[in-house]
């Protein structure tokens, strides 16, 4: 893909409106969620649930692109269309998690590093030719005592700038996620105080590794308070401390911001982003790729029951254009009363 078409691709995931869908959940960790449900994970219960999101009337509104799994990347809709093909045909980018999940630390306890650079330019190639124009690579920074340590920012944001070299080349543009976690007592001034030596590290390797910020996006956490700090932020708040913060790291070429949801609650997350939309104009797009926030009520509804697809696929969209809505700031609470 040349540079232009990489500017093209971004700009689209972050167009007016839209956002991205987080559909690419490891075989653990979608196993985790159906626990959650009590449905057991197969690749047949997986394929049917993701058919169920890919397929819901009327999300190509709300929904730029979807990020997926290898395995979902090759598996096909119920009519033998596979998946990458029938998402691009609702004109929903196809992309996947190339990431190879955060390992232990070696020397750091209680630290992670992402693995997955080793052989990265072949499986990029792979899913190039598989239909994927985007990929994504998760970074975790933990917030505890005297952590998190600058060798761990630095290698997390090393190994962000290579994967996101190695994308460019291969014409697929990277979203780069650095995740400052949310859990501990940690009130919100920590947060941005990480969240700043995170951003900072990361947007300094990008540069040493030559990567176009025009033709990438970045996945961040908002500043919050942590999650089991006694004083929560309000929506506002976290608004303001979030949008004053990037607009002192993150560089103006970034097309758009598109945040992970993190453990937030479905309405915590499409208010904040709301909060900060109505702040508004910005230097990037302020959109979403949410995982759990654009998934759990949707799962709920499901229940692996056949016979309530056509009620989750209603959730989803409901999820979904209060997003859409929270891209313009322009969602009201009562929309929730709307629900299906
Ligand atoms: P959450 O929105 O559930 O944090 O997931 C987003 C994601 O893709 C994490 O890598």
Same mark, same amino acid.
């Given at each position: 893909?040349?540079?232009?078409? #990489? ?16 559909? &690419?959940?490891?075989?653990?960790? @979608? ?25 819901? /009337? ?8 979807? @990020? ?10 119920? &009519? ?39 052989? #990265?330019? %072949?499986?990029? /190639? ?10 994504? $690579? ?27 070299? +190695? ?9 780069? %996620?650095?995740?400052?976690?949310? /859990?501990?007592?940690?009130?919100? !001034? ?13 947007? &300094? ?6 990567? %176009? #910020? ?12 942590? +999650? ?10 976290? !608004? ?19 945040? #992970? ?7 915590? !997350?499409?208010?904040? +982003? ?9 230097? $990037? %797009? ?15 509804? $499901? ?38």
């Amino acid at each position: 893909m040349k540079h232009s078409d #990489l500017i093209t691709t971004a700009r689209s995931l972050v167009a007016e409106g839209k956002g991205i869908l987080a559909a &690419d959940e490891s075989t653990p960790t @979608i196993k985790k969620r159906f626990d959650a449900i009590q449905v057991e994970s197969t690749a047949a219960t997986r394929q049917a649930y993701r058919e169920l999101l890919f397929t819901a /009337d009327g999300v190509d509104a709300f929904i730029s692109g979807v @990020i997926l799994f290898d395995e979902t990347l090759r598996q096909t809709a119920a &009519d033998g269309t596979p998946f990458p093909q029938l998402l691009a045909g609702r004109g929903i980018i196809p992309g996947i998690k190339v990431d190879q999940g955060a390992k232990p630390m070696a020397g750091f306890p209680g630290e992670k590093i992402t693995e997955g650079l080793d052989g #990265l330019r %072949e499986r990029l /190639d792979e899913y190039r030719q598989l239909g994927a124009r985007f990929a994504k $690579w998760r970074a975790v920074i933990t917030i505890a005592h005297a952590l998190p340590s600058s060798a761990n920012i630095q290698a997390n944001a090393h190994a962000l700038a290579r994967y996101a070299a +190695l994308c460019q080349e291969t014409g697929l543009v990277p979203i780069v %996620e650095p995740e400052v976690l949310m /859990d501990g007592g940690h009130d919100i !001034a920590r947060c941005e105080t990480v969240t700043a030596r995170t951003l900072q590290a990361v947007f &300094d390797a990008l540069f040493h590794q030559r990567v %176009e #910020l025009e033709g990438m996006l970045l996945k961040p956490n908002m500043v919050l308070s942590g +999650l089991d700090c006694p004083e929560q932020a309000a929506v506002e708040t976290v !608004a303001a401390r979030t949008v004053h913060l990037f607009r002192q790291v993150v560089p103006a070429a970034v097309p758009g911001i598109v945040f #992970l949801s993190g453990g937030q609650s479905s309405l915590a !997350a499409t208010a904040h +982003l709301n909060a900060m939309n109505a702040l508004g104009p910005h230097p $990037w %797009e302020l959109s979403f790729s949410y995982g759990r926030a654009l998934q759990e009520d949707t799962l709920k509804a $499901w229940g692996g029951d056949p016979g309530r697809v056509a009620q989750a696929q209603k959730t989803f969209h409901h999820r979904s254009q209060c997003n859409g809505a929270a891209r313009y700031g322009q969602y009201r609470t009562d929309m929730e009363d709307m629900a299906a």
